[in-house]
């Protein structure tokens, strides 16, 4: 008996020591252990089953069948008509919602594509493989030959080439190559093989490509077919050894036609503060393949949905204090669409009342048979909040729970917490101020006919809705209490981000070549006094989720707390300055062109991803391809996003080279001047 105790007691010694060394949980335990019994991967994973029945491509029948899919099951779970709904937006290759033109209506019933010549051979079939169709194809019957034009989307594919009338074989993104091939060069059609890694690994493998028109193309739109990097390699090598091949593609449906985009909205009401929202999304469309991407985040906000309404259903969970609500959106232009039909639809620093999100995108990858591991994505400076460490301290919370369900795998948690990127729906929330994160895996599968069912593993996605369903759920009652302990996190997160900015600007400025070290001292400093901005205003965004006495007190004196230790920070700069030889008061102006006009935006929702180019004369678009332009789609989203009406265009090129490395002030000037060239945005002067 005493032994068991003994035993006990160095038991609990142990637990405590390690308690000690880990984050605490944020979440109440008994909660935790709640949602986790409540929520289920296995249920989640037979709604993927069940949405992979459908080809949910944007505004097409197959969308339109899961979205009445997923509100049915919502009348299922008993979501009133008033708390879900369709919202229905025209979806016809011409209608803008801001700078995003909606895609055209899509309908096709059956394609074909053989070799007919020099040999018989039926290469692919729709909809057996609903992949190998190129999405937005109009329907069309061509025999002809074909043309081999490598990528395919550069002029310089085409020279000394006749692929008028033919069939052209490419290996780059489709829209490209139809738009040159078909549009520009008159050829007939295009086939499209996977001529990558893992397309060689997997020579069956099909990728998706679509054909995506703009509105002026529309008219000029024939077909693509998408084939294995086999055929792709067959077809290859019967043209390199000169013989003569003929195809014959039929497409047979509707094609293009106007037509809608369906968003589902439900909406669990607060008690006490129902205005006020918190947001899970997840985009509901894509190839009928697309297990993970993203059925999975469809399935699981669905799973969520249905959790919270049983539990509150039993009354084993109070009513929120907020509102809970849940958007299945296509992807990016039915958000866009949403968004212009709801411009109160904004986060607490833009006035609005949408307070977090969770953006779920490919959230069921089984992580040994692909791979792979979670991506916990990070809300940008330009929306700086303390979601950024409920989310990471929710993960950490299941990482510690060891979840596996029994009908999924055994695998171990592994993820990582990284830094924003775009290229998901959490860009619409983002642009409209509200802070999201993004759950996501890393998956070698993407976007190919692999991407199937069976990857899809019940135990991951109990993993990704535990984070999601007990990040939002704690944000949407937090307590005085509980507001003050998620203040004290932050801070102790920023505690942790002072050390490694020390090691950071010694690193920088210590590391300089002589030449290069006044800018680089310049720049540290630049990075340090950004940082302590956004630090300041994560820590003070806890008083969007509760405006506790006490923890607005402690919110005023961050910022002098948190000074203390940037004015060390700063005396470290000018010391490794100092060892290197460089003596000066300052260092130089950290903007060699410095840009002194303050851009405001025009429109709403995050800026076409092919703005400014596509709508420049050649010459200026031409800049946008060269060397001299570097900055990718999360680079240039995060600019735009930082353009708030107040700030100059050096001050935020400087914020901007703090979060992502130094960039000169011609790229980002440039970039920002030719947004207001083409009138998405303007100078404030001008608008007096
Ligand atoms: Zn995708
Ligand atoms: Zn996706």
Same mark, same amino acid.
């Given at each position: ?94 209608? =803008? ?45 061509? &025999? ?29 993104? #489709?829209?490209?190559?139809? @738009? ?29 490509? #679509? ?65 006020? =929202? ?83 995108? %490919?959230?069921?990858?089984? +992580? ?113 209490? =509980?507001?003050?302990?998620?203040? $004290? ?10 050390? $490694?900015?020390?090691? %950071? /600007?010694?690193?920088?400025?210590? #590391? ?17 006094? &950004?940082?302590?901005?956004?630090? /300041?205003?994560? *820590? ?60 405001? @935006? ?6 076409? +991803? ?25 680079? @240039? ?13 050096? $001050?935020? @090129?400087?914020?901007?080279? *703090? ?30």
């Amino acid at each position: 008996m005493k032994y068991t105790l003994f035993l006990l007691t160095i038991a609990i010694f142990l637990s405590t020591f390690t308690f000690a060394q880990e984050q605490r949980d944020l979440l109440n335990p008994t909660v935790r252990d709640l949602l986790n019994s409540k929520l289920d991967g296995e249920i989640a994973k037979e709604h993927v089953v069940q949405l992979t029945k459908f080809h949910r491509v944007q505004a097409s029948p197959g969308y339109r069948e899961a979205a009445n899919y997923v509100l049915n099951k919502l009348r299922e779970y008993g979501f009133s008509e008033k708390d879900a709904y369709i919202e229905t937006f025209l979806s016809d290759g011409k209608k =803008e919602y801001q700078t995003w033109q909606s895609p055209s209506g899509w309908d096709i019933t059956s394609a074909r594509l053989s070799i007919v010549q020099p040999e018989e051979f039926l290469l692919v079939s729709y909809p057996d493989i609903p992949m190998s169709l190129m999405t937005y194809s109009n329907p069309g019957d061509v &025999t002809a030959e074909v043309a081999w034009v490598g990528n395919g989307t550069n002029d310089s594919d085409y020279v000394q080439k006749n692929v008028k009338g033919k069939f052209v074989l490419a290996t780059g993104s #489709g829209e490209d190559v139809h @738009r040159l091939a078909v549009i520009k060069y008159g050829a007939k059609a295009v086939v499209n093989y996977l001529d990558e890694k893992r397309g060689r690994e997997n020579p069956d493998m099909i990728r998706y490509t #679509g054909i995506w028109p703009r509105a002026e193309e529309l008219s000029k739109v024939t077909f693509g077919f998408n084939i294995s990097n086999a055929h792709g390699e067959k077809l290859r090598s019967m043209l390199a050894e000169g013989k003569k091949v003929v195809l014959h593609g039929v497409v047979q449906g509707k094609g293009l036609h106007p037509s809608t985009m369906e968003v589902v909205v439900a909406t669990i009401r607060g008690r006490q503060f129902p205005e006020e =929202e918190l947001v899970f999304t997840a985009h509901l469309d894509h190839p009928k393949e697309c297990a993970n991407d993203n059925a999975s985040g469809s399935a699981a906000i669905l799973d969520i949905a249905r959790s919270f309404k049983e539990m509150l259903k039993q009354r084993i969970l109070p009513q929120p204090n907020r509102s809970l609500k849940f958007l299945w959106v296509p992807e990016w232009y039915g958000t866009m669409a949403y968004i212009d039909a709801h411009p109160e639809f904004a986060g607490p620093t833009s006035g609005g009342k949408i307070i977090a999100g969770i953006n779920m995108d %490919m959230v069921g990858e089984n +992580l040994e048979l692909l791979h792979s591991k979670m991506f916990v994505v990070k809300s940008p400076w330009s929306v700086s909040s303390c979601l950024n460490d409920v989310v990471a301290n929710m993960a950490s919370m299941v990482d510690k729970m060891n979840i596996q369900k029994p009908g999924g795998s055994k695998s171990q948690f592994n993820y990582r917490v990284v830094p924003f990127r775009s290229g998901s729906d959490h860009m619409m929330m983002l642009d409209r101020k509200i802070p999201t994160v993004m759950l996501s895996h890393s998956d070698y599968t993407h976007h190919t006919t692999y991407d199937t069912p069976a990857n899809v593993d019940p135990t991951e996605l109990q993993r990704a809705e535990m984070i999601a369903a007990s990040s939002l759920w704690y944000l949407a009652n937090l307590s005085a209490s =509980e507001s003050l302990d998620l203040f $004290e996190l932050v801070k102790a997160n920023t505690y942790q981000h002072f050390g $490694e900015m020390a090691r %950071m /600007v010694r690193a920088q400025i210590t #590391g300089a070549k002589i030449k290069d070290l006044p800018m680089a001292w310049s720049e540290s400093d630049n990075a340090l006094s &950004t940082q302590f901005v956004f630090d /300041v205003e994560a *820590a003070k965004s806890v008083q969007h989720f509760n405006n506790d006495p006490e923890l607005i007190k402690l919110a005023e004196q961050v910022q002098g707390h948190y000074g203390k230790r940037f004015e060390f920070l700063f005396g470290l700069t000018r010391a490794h300055a100092e060892a290197s030889s460089y003596g000066a008061d300052l260092g130089p102006p950290v903007n060699t062109q410095p840009d002194e006009r303050i851009p405001e @935006r025009l429109t709403r929702g995050p800026i076409d +991803l092919r703005l400014p180019w596509s709508k420049l004369p050649q010459k200026d678009a031409a800049w946008y391809e060269g060397i001299n332009f570097s900055l990718n789609d999360s680079q @240039r989203f995060e600019i735009i996003n930082l353009i708030d009406g107040k700030r100059k265009v050096s $001050e935020i @090129r400087n914020i901007f080279i *703090a979060e992502f490395g130094s960039t000169p002030d011609s790229v980002v000037n440039r970039f920002i001047s030719d947004l207001v060239k083409i009138k998405v945005l303007r100078w404030k002067s001008d608008g007096k």
